[in-house]
C-alpha cells in the first residue's frame, strides 16, 4: 500500500544525491502504450520556484517518444525483491514487447500517470519543459566523446505533483 507523503520527506527515505546512484525505473503513458524504462540519471530538487525532477532520456530509445507526447511521468523506486527488473526494462525495447505484460508488475494510476505498485518511493511529474544536450556547449572532451557516436540525450523537467510511499 503505497501513502501520501510531502516533497520534503523524499530526503527522510533517500536523499536527492544518492536517489540515482542506484538505476530507478520511469514509465510514461502516450498513445495508450505504458513504458517503462530503466533510468540511471536524474536531478531532484528546486526549478522556476516548484519542486521539480529531471529525467535524461537517450534519443535512440522508444521512451523518448512516448515522453515527448505524454503530459506527464512517474519515477518508480522499487522494492528489492522486484529491482531484477531493472536490468529487463533497460534492456528491452518497448518497440519490440510490452514490458509491463512482460514483468508482470502492477501499474496503478495518479492524475492520468502510470506507476508500478511494486515502489517503495513513486515520484509523479507534470512535465514542464524538455530540451536535449547541446554539444557545442560541453566543456569536458570525455563527456563530449560520449555523445560523438550515437547522440545527445533528452532532458526532460518534471513539476513534482505527488509522492507516495509504501507503508
Known sequence: ????????????????????????????KADDIVNPITIGWGLIGILWN???LCLFIHKSRFSKQLFDKANSFS???????????????????????NKVEASSLEVSYSNGTPYFVESDLV???KKMAETC???????????LNWYKKDGVHSIYFGEIIEVLRSE
Open 50 to 52: 516548484k519542486p521539480c
Open 123 to 125: 515520484i509523479i511529474a
Open 75 to 97: 519515477l518508480c523506486v522499487l522494492k528489492d525483491e522486484y529491482r531484477k527488473y531493472l536490468e529487463y526494462f533497460g534492456r528491452v525495447s518497448g518497440r519490440c514487447e
Open 1 to 28: 500500500m503505497l501513502k501520501k507523503i510531502s516533497f520534503k520527506e523524499i530526503n527522510n527515505y533517500k536523499d536527492s544525491f544518492s536517489l540515482f546512484s542506484d538505476s530507478q525505473v520511469a514509465l510514461v
Open 133 to 143: 544536450f547541446n554539444t557545442t556547449i560541453i566543456n569536458d572532451e570525455r563527456i
